[in-house]
């Protein structure tokens, strides 16, 4: 079992979840839907990154998880 680092962030009224080992997205109006749909994006891109050649994997770097968390005070300054 994969075990993965997550950032959950409300925004626009959206849960927001992000992965930070693949840059992955789940969104949803529940925390729990966003995790859902988060853990379903990482199955999928699996999959793909498993059957394909070339295909880029890696973690973000601290300035994209800053500028995630900076998306929210944005849109409500």
């Keep these: 079992m994969n075990f993965y680092t997550m950032v959950l962030e409300k925004s626009a ?3 927001v979840a ?3 080992e693949n840059g992955l997205v789940g969104q949803g109006t529940t925390q729990e839907t966003a995790i859902k749909q988060l853990k379903e994006a990482i199955a999928s891109f699996q999959e793909v990154y498993d059957a394909e050649l070339n295909i880029y994997k890696a973690p973000l770097t601290i300035e994209e998880l800053r500028e995630f968390l ?3 005070h944005r849109q409500t300054a």
Excluded: K, Q
Aim: proline share 0%.
């Design 70 to 72: 900076a998306v929210e």
């Design 18 to 20: 992000l992965c930070l």
């Design 13 to 15: 009224g959206y849960w």
